[in-house]
């Protein structure tokens, strides 16, 4: 089958592969695609990624209206933290079709084998802020764009290439009613009264890119022992620092400090994709949906938590997600999603268990050896 890899220099080329998910997912009520604009922006010579690394873009079939499409990668700041020689790849949309699902990693695993490289890994993609993994159950439940939707038949499709487990991240979505319960408060509560730290919400913009500053500090600290950790370049930090102030809510934005410092944060974004999926409308519906949920979410997505190493297993993480459910009632959500998690952080799934969260919605990380 006719493989091509893209040009990013040609938009005739970019084109196609840009609208392959939207013709794809047209007759899926469930699916919903990327933001176009971040597909596009992975694509771009701008983006912090391509300033130490490289990638490659590929289709499969009629050139103009393809059946699949991936990008394979090459992070040599990941692979020189982790003395790893791997590849990822992310982007990959395809046809129920077998050979074509064969014929576009085919195409990323000469790729990688080139540049010597000996394992595809994926779905990653180009920040450490994208989602990664790919849907293998909880079709049918909400989704975000931390934990997006694909079809079924993709993980079959991996299956049928060669690639296995490699790890998990499980989601669920917050209890009925988006209640917590008294117990689960008081649980919260005898924690900080034992804690003597100083529990703090964000109250506009500007407090939460000052913020924003500290969680990365926060992460770096807490995240350096993760699977998937590297260190950020100035620009890649720039750069999510620019999204969080883009689509986060300040009040859903929660730390903890003592004595000045900030031991750790906690984030949930709104829902952007519960929101964008109601209004399928035009262009100004869906801004306006955004824009709404922005300022005045339904539904929101805890997506993230992080403590430096000293505090952690102390049972602050609950504290920390009472007091955003907290917030996001006062703001009027009415539902919300928490995830994803990584299958062998065990305080937290334990924690979230016993407030009430069901994890039935995964994501795996497939991987599959470069030959």
């Not at 046809?95 to 000469?110: C, D």
Request: charged share 20%; proline share 6%.
């Amino acid at each position: 089958m006719n493989v091509k890899r893209i040009d990013r220099s040609r938009k005739s080329e970019i084109k196609p592969y840009l609208e392959l998910p939207f013709r794809l997912g047209r007759a899926d009520p469930l699916w919903f695609p990327a933001l176009r604009s971040s597909i596009t922006f992975d694509l771009s010579s701008s983006h912090p990624f391509h300033q130490h690394s490289t990638a490659a873009f590929f289709t499969t079939g009629d050139p103009s209206q393809p059946t699949g499409r991936i990008a394979v990668l090459e992070n040599r700041n990941f692979n020189a933290y982790q003395n790893s020689q791997t590849a990822f790849f992310t982007h990959f949309e395809c046809a129920e079709n077998p050979a074509a699902a064969r014929a576009l990693f085919e195409a990323a695993n000469t790729w990688a084998k080139e540049r010597g490289l000996r394992q595809l890994v994926g779905p990653v993609g180009f920040l450490q802020t994208d989602a990664r993994g790919m849907m293998i159950s909880g079709f049918g439940k909400m989704t975000s764009f931390a934990i997006p939707y694909s079809p079924p038949y993709y993980a079959k499709l991996l299956g049928m290439v060669g690639f296995t487990k490699q790890y998990d991240y499980l989601s669920g979505e917050l209890p009925i009613g988006f209640r917590i319960s008294e117990r689960v408060e008081k649980m919260a509560q005898r924690v900080m009264e034992r804690s003597e730290l100083e529990l703090r919400r964000g109250t506009s913009r500007k407090t939460l890119r000052r913020m924003a500053r500290h969680l990365l500090d926060v992460y770096k600290e807490s995240g350096a022992a993760a699977p998937l950790y590297y260190p950020l370049t100035s620009a890649e930090e720039k750069c999510i620092l620019d999204q969080l102030a883009q689509t986060a809510h300040p009040n859903l934005i929660h730390w903890l400090e003592t004595n000045g410092e900030v031991c750790g944060i906690h984030i949930a974004l709104p829902n952007y994709v519960e929101a964008l999926r109601r209004a399928r409308g035009n262009q100004l519906a869906r801004m306006a949906a955004f824009l709404r949920q922005r300022t005045q979410p339904r539904e929101i997505n805890i997506t993230s938590a992080y403590l430096r190493p000293e505090y952690q297993n102390r049972g602050l993480i609950l504290v920390l997600t009472t007091a955003c459910q907290q917030a996001a009632l006062k703001l009027g959500a009415q539902c919300g999603l928490l995830g994803p998690i990584h299958e062998q952080n065990r305080p937290m799934l334990t924690i979230m268990k016993k407030s009430g969260v069901v994890f039935d919605i995964n994501h795996r990380i497939f991987e599959r050896e470069i030959v």
